[in-house]
């Protein structure tokens, strides 16, 4: 039933996109069909048509973003943007003993998207520059009077503000985020590692290769170490989020106890491990668990063992102590949330428990924990996806360590996704694989975030709880 | 009856505080041992005639000297080079990110414009790529831009700013809990959008202003993997988390286990004294944005 | 083969003519080897001088004009950037036309350096120090410039040959030989440690001591055990430094008998892992290299002793001598688009691996020399770390090249040797080899 509703949503959505396209189409059309030369002109020159009718700071914008983009795309971007077939096909060469570089894969595949979206951007600016003179010829044709100057100026700051404010923002995310990761969403789809390497060597496209390399499952594929990796990353995670959500808010309550006192000292000693950058306190503690560390250490000198527990070299173990020197991490952060929202549950709901004769364990899991689950649910949902991608705690503390032969790719027992992804941009250069994994980790943290949001008890509705 | 009862609940109670203290001590001990080692570590010498620098199986350390501080400020490293480079870019990143939240929160918060859901779940979707894919492709841009190498400061400063916008989650939570009806009401009175934003709705948002600058400034202080790509080799470029990381990790720096202690000491008081007097708006901050979700 | 067994002879020799200078009583026939060395090794000189001479003649014709304001980047380990700008100075003065080049010297470990200089080849130093495991990768990513023809005769003759070889792909010298000290031997406290000639005797008394025996057992190190039961473990590469045979026997009896041997070591409780003399705690012996000498001296103080590594009994109750790689730090340049430029750094890297550089960079840092005046010279022969090296030279092969998977796969087999393998039963083991050998065949197409 909701898989049909949500068949007829898609098929909606399309449908109303066409629809969309189609009137915009029409209305450019009669934009230029009806208009005067100045609109028809305009289609060439942008601004064109509002320059004359005396609006020239509308009109200016619109000439210089043309102007800019056009420059851009023929001066820097097309020499890249044309190579996007091939990826490029000049090789390197020698002049003697001077090196002539050829083309550039790395480059003409950036370049070229960015070109790609300065065209688009031209595009968008286009259709802005057609409705802004189909607009103008309707005021006038309806003898209305045009905004001024001042008018357009003063509202970037009232009624156009949000695009005073977002301007910058989303042109921001678009240059350094979105276009690398569309960059390397195609990068995935090529044979860039170390053997193809720019600028001496060249890399080109090859369909759906890596992906397949992911998904084989013989001695070299990646298919086993994947399947291991991930689901260590799941365990992790799990683990990760609830031990530290349940110890953080049993820690928050204790100090928050009647007759307990001192609470902000309590409190600001736990927050230092919040504060401390943790390439600092991680890497201590990583050395304080070595085989030859403090810890063992100490407990060999005072004769508890006679031989060092191996808390990084077996990997249960060094599984356990991640878990568990995550909780050192994770409790203060979880322990000051917990404090703020114990204090908004009603007290009259424990009064009425009390009277009931009910006992504080009972009151915990009656009360306490359904609250804090129903208010923090997204909370988790996002913990649980940040740490999937919790690089910090395992790269300081094992380095994906212990490694074995049955992993490849140099993934060792303790690697996330995310860690395995770093080796192999870093030591292995294998950009291939690494975007490959790249867009798995994206595949599951999107995943599990839909699945879980629409389980989820409606945030909105905080009714439901009372 | 009554009496003995509350007699008991009081003794009961009393036992209870105990235990809770007992808990909280070792507790607080677990917490805070980490730290003491590293203290205790930054001043035992790395002079050889003396103790060894290198890791050691004991804590205290045999003779107290400020040998590693003395090594971090008197110029055999750019340790206050480096230093220096992290306090910019903290306080550049803290002051532009804290601008773009507010103003995308607002946008998001206060108006209604095409493709503002759009653009909002676009990048809910864009936050769920790792960002260390995008590493090499950032660094070609920087690169192109003249911003790595000896550029790195400014390099790093507009690649954290530049996709800040996407973390307008928590602002825009505290955002909506401010009235529409104030805006309303000034706007009748003929302020422009501006102006309510400039004069009513950042004046009220001082706890999350805090935060949110708090977070950003805290956020460089960590980075070592992508700054230390940007820097690409270039030494003065490099801030403290990337230079004191190779202490630890590359083989050419034998026995300089205490002089990365003393430096992370360094590095981690002035955070951390900020983080104690802000912590009230951090606290604020992290539970809006728990229940917001 | 016959240029691998040159350098054989020629190590040997050379670890023959270093125990002479470290006073020990060796045989009458080594001194004469080591003189014979010695003379050659001064004719070799000679001509070096004297290419070095006419090169630089031919480069006083060009006008120092075109050099000026050039962009010079060094990459060095940290410890030798002082002395690098020093020698540097030094170079501006032998060769004046360079006076108004800049260089800059950034202190980038040998490690760093490689891989960054792979990410991106045009921001990378001109000229860059790196161990010989990254040669391969390092002429895959177009990263090396092959040696200047001008100087190739004059460094082949001058330095080891079997630094020399180490230097090669596929034929062709692709790097400056900086030193001939990459390789590892036993450091050991001689209060705890009396008898350094066995590894069961060492690790016992470690035990008994409470002491550590530290051994990195990743690919680098676990050589020690293949290659001393006799395996073998080469690959052969074309001139692309594309790897195009693998020579590897580790799935036999041999074979079994050095991992055995691996685990029964691991399973001890005085061992650690890690061949770090900085990571390292309560040792009483450590296998290392050279660069960690100062270091261990600091910590064992009078009790300092150096040996060649151990000899092992096996589980086939025969005795082998440890082996390992020897192999050698080289500083390689950059390909260029500005021949100028390239002309100064190919001046520069012949100049900073010259024999008077190498030896004022071994009594600065300690670095092992390559060049073999150098090598000849009596203060690098008193010098207890280089003198076990070089004993330890005698059992040990050249390190050819290996592809960077041999180096992440083998750390895998390390990590089970400490772990999966120490319950594993001989037909687990023999099996593990032999998917052990099929990775490393797997890795040259």
Redesign the interface.
């Known amino acids: 039933m909701a898989n049909t509703k949500g068949g007829q949503k898609k098929k909606n959505a399309i449908a109303d996109f066409f629809s969309m396209l189609g009137k915009d189409l029409k209305e450019i059309g009669v934009t230029f069909k009806e208009g005067d030369f100045k609109t028809k002109i305009s289609f060439l020159i942008f601004g064109f048509g509002s320059l004359l009718r005396g609006l020239w700071l509308r009109g200016l914008t619109l000439l210089a973003a043309e102007c800019g983009l056009l420059y851009f795309i023929f001066s820097f971007g097309w020499s890249y943007f044309s190579k996007i077939g091939s990826l490029g096909t000049i090789a390197?060469t020698k002049q003697?003993?001077?090196?002539?570089?050829g083309d550039n894969s790395?480059?003409i595949l950036?370049f070229g998207l960015l070109t790609l979206f300065a065209v688009i951007a031209f595009i968008a600016i286009w259709r802005i520059n057609v409705r802004v003179n189909r607009n103008e010829e309707l005021i006038i044709k309806n003898g209305r009077k045009l905004p001024s100057n001042k008018d357009d100026f003063?509202s970037l700051?009232?009624?156009n503000?949000?695009?005073?404010?977002?301007a910058?923002?989303?042109a921001?995310?678009f240059?350094?985020?979105?276009?690398?990761?569309v960059?390397?969403i195609c990068v995935a789809f090529t044979n860039y590692d170390?053997?193809h390497?720019p600028?001496?060597?060249l890399f080109t496209w090859v369909g759906i290769e890596n992906f397949k390399n992911l998904f084989s499952f013989g001695?070299?594929g990646f298919g086993g170490t994947f399947v291991t990796v991930l689901i260590w990353t799941l365990v992790w995670a799990f683990f990760a989020t609830f031990i530290d959500y349940f110890l953080g808010i049993a820690?928050a309550m204790?100090?928050n106890?009647?007759?307990?006192k001192f609470k902000k000292l309590?409190?600001?000693?736990?927050?230092?491990?919040?504060?401390?950058?943790?390439?600092?306190?991680l890497?201590?503690?990583s050395?304080?668990f070595a085989?030859?560390?403090?810890i063992n250490?100490?407990l060999?000198?005072w004769g508890i063992i006679?031989?060092?527990i191996?808390f990084w070299?077996?990997?249960t173990l060094a599984k356990i102590t991640i878990i568990v020197v995550n909780i050192?991490i994770g409790i203060?952060?979880m322990m000051?949330?917990a404090?703020?929202?114990l204090m908004n549950i009603p007290e009259d709901l424990y009064e009425s428990a009390r009277i009931d004769g009910a006992t504080p364990w009972q009151m915990f899991v009656n009360i306490t924990m359904p609250y804090m689950l129903f208010?923090?649910?997204?909370?988790l949902?996002?913990q649980y996806?940040g740490n999937l991608?919790n690089?910090?705690v395992i790269f300081l503390l094992t380095q994906g360590?212990?490694?074995?032969?049955?992993?490849v790719g140099?993934a060792?027992?303790t690697d996330l996704?995310?860690t395995w992804?770093?080796k192999m941009?870093?030591?292995?250069?294998n950009?291939r694989m690494?975007?490959v994994i790249?867009i798995m980790?994206?595949v599951v943290?999107?995943g599990i975030?839909l699945v879980v949001y629409n389980l989820l008890p409606s945030?909105k509705d905080e009714e439901g709880f009372q | 009856m009554a009496n003995t009862n509350t007699g008991s609940m009081k003794r009961k109670?009393?036992v209870?505080?105990f235990f809770?203290?007992v808990?909280?001590i070792l507790?607080?001990l677990?917490?805070?041992f980490?730290?003491f080692?590293?203290l205790m570590a930054s001043f035992r010498s790395f002079d050889a005639s003396i103790e060894y620098g290198g890791?050691v199986?004991?804590?205290i350390p045999h003779t107290f000297s400020l040998d590693n501080y003395k090594f971090l400020f008197n110029g055999q490293t750019n340790y206050v080079r480096w230093y220096a480079n992290t306090l910019i870019i903290s306080i550049f990143v803290s002051l532009f990110n804290t601008c773009?939240v507010l103003?995308?929160s607002?946008?998001l918060s206060r108006?209604r414009?095409a493709g503002r859901t759009f653009?909002m779940r676009f990048?809910l979707?864009?936050g769920?790529?790792?960002g260390?894919?995008?590493?090499?492709?950032?660094y070609?841009?920087l690169k192109q831009m003249g911003l790595t190498q000896a550029g790195a400061i400014p390099g790093l400063i507009?690649?954290s700013?530049?996709?800040?916008?996407?973390g307008y989650y928590v602002c825009k939570g505290y955002f909506d809990t401010i009235p529409k009806a104030l805006d309303e009401a000034a706007r009748i009175d003929g302020a422009?959008?501006?102006?309510v934003?400039f004069q009513m709705i950042i004046p009220m948002a001082k706890p999350i202003i805090i935060y949110t600058a708090l977070v950003a400034f805290?956020g460089p202080?960590?980075d070592?993997?992508f700054a230390s790509y940007i820097a690409f080799g270039h030494d003065a470029s490099y801030n403290v988390?990337v230079a004191?990381?190779r202490w630890?990790v590359v083989g050419d720096y034998q026995g300089y286990?205490t002089r990365?202690?003393a430096g992370?000491i360094v590095?981690?008081v002035p955070?951390?004294i900020l983080?104690?007097f802000l912590?009230k708006y951090?606290?604020?901050g992290?539970?809006g944005?728990?229940?917001?979700? | 083969m016959k240029k691998k067994l040159v350098s054989v002879l020629l190590t040997a020799a050379m670890g023959a003519s270093l125990l002479v200078g470290c006073g020990s009583d060796a045989a009458q026939t080594a001194q004469d080897t080591a003189e014979a060395v010695q003379e050659t090794a001064t004719e070799v000189a000679e001509t070096a001088t004297e290419v070095a001479e006419a090169v630089q003649e031919a480069a006083g014709d060009v006008d120092p004009a075109a050099y000026n304001g050039k962009e010079v980047k060094v990459w060095v380990a940290e410890n030798v950037v002082d002395f690098t700008n020093e020698q540097i100075e030094n170079f501006k003065t032998a060769y004046p036309q360079y006076a108004g080049v800049n260089f800059t010297v950034e202190p980038v470990g040998e490690g760093d350096a490689a891989?960054n200089i792979?990410?991106d080849?045009?921001a990378g130093a001109d000229v860059f120090g790196f161990a010989q495991d990254q040669l391969t990768?390092l002429v895959?990513?177009?990263?090396l410039?092959e040696v200047?023809p001008d100087y190739l005769s004059a460094v082949e003759t001058a330095n080891s040959a079997g630094v020399v070889e180490a230097g090669k792909v596929g034929g062709t010298l692709y790097a400056y030989p900086m030193t001939a000290d990459n390789g590892y031997f036993l450091y050991y406290d001689k209060s705890v440690v009396t008898d350094p000639s066995t590894l069961e005797g060492i690790v016992e008394q470690c035990e008994a001591a409470?002491k550590?025996f530290y051994m990195d057992m990743t690919g680098w190190y676990q050589v020690a055990f293949f290659f001393g039961t006799g395996c073998q473990l080469t690959y052969d590469t074309d001139d692309q430094g594309?790897f195009t045979g693998c020579n590897v026997d580790y799935a036999s009896d041999k074979g079994l008998v050095a991992l055995k041997e691996m685990i029964e070591l691991a399973s001890s409780?005085a061992y650690?892992?890690?061949s770090s003399a900085g990571d390292?705690?309560?040792y009483a012996a450590i296998i290392d290299g050279t660069w960690d000498a100062d270091t261990v001296k600091s910590v064992l103080g009078d009790n300092y002793a150096c040996a060649k590594l151990p000899t092992f009994t096996g589980s086939d109750g025969n005795t082998y001598q440890m082996s390992g790689f020897n192999g050698c730090k080289l500083l390689g340049v950059k390909?260029?688009?500005?021949?100028d430029k390239?002309q100064i750094c190919d001046d520069l890297a012949y100049y900073l691996t010259n024999e008077e550089v190498q030896l004022a960079r071994f009594n600065a840092v300690g670095w092992g020399p390559s060049n073999l005046n150098a090598q000849a010279s009596d203060a690098v022969k008193a010098n207890e770390a280089l003198s076990a090296l070089a004993d330890q030279f005698a059992f040990t092969i050249p390190q050819g090249n290996y592809p960077?998977d041999y180096w992440?796969?083998a750390?895998?087999?390390?990590?089970?040797v400490?772990?999966?393998f120490q319950k594993a039963s001989d037909e687990d083991l023999t099996a593990?080899l032999e998917?052990?050998q099929?990775?490393l065949e797997?890795y040259a197409k």
């Open positions: 390197t003697g003993r001077k090196t002539v570089y790395f480059l950036l003063k700051f009232d009624s503000f949000d695009k005073t404010l977002l910058l923002p989303v921001g995310v240059v350094f985020t979105v276009l690398p990761i960059f390397m170390a053997n390497q600028p001496s060597n001695t070299a820690v204790l100090i106890k009647k007759g307990i309590w409190r600001t000693i736990l927050v230092m491990t919040i504060a401390v950058p943790q390439f600092v306190s890497l201590y503690v050395k304080l085989n030859d560390g403090l250490g100490y060999l000198k006679d031989q060092a191996q070299v077996n990997p050192w203060p952060y000051l949330i404090t703020g929202l208010v923090t649910g997204p909370f949902l996002t996806t991608n690089f910090n360590q212990p490694k074995t032969g049955n992993l140099g060792g027992r996704l995310i992804l770093y941009t870093i030591n292995d250069t950009y690494a975007a790249g980790v994206f943290t999107a975030s945030v | 109670r009393a209870g505080n809770g203290y808990l909280l507790i607080s677990i917490w805070l980490p730290y080692g590293l890791v199986d004991y804590i773009i103003c995308v607002y946008a108006m414009f653009l990048w979707v864009l769920m790529f790792p260390f894919l995008t590493m090499i492709c950032l070609f841009l507009l690649v700013v530049a996709s800040s916008g996407m422009s959008r501006a102006r934003f805290m202080w960590c070592y993997v988390a004191m990381q630890m286990f990365f202690c992370g590095v981690a955070v951390t983080f104690m912590q951090y606290v604020e992290v539970t944005g728990a229940v917001k979700g | 891989g792979i990410t080849v045009t990768r895959t990513a177009g990263a410039e200047n409470g550590n594309n409780s650690q892992a890690g390292a705690v309560n390909p260029q688009e500005d021949e390239l960077g992440s796969r750390e895998s087999l390390a990590g089970d400490k772990d999966a593990a998917a052990y099929a990775d797997s």
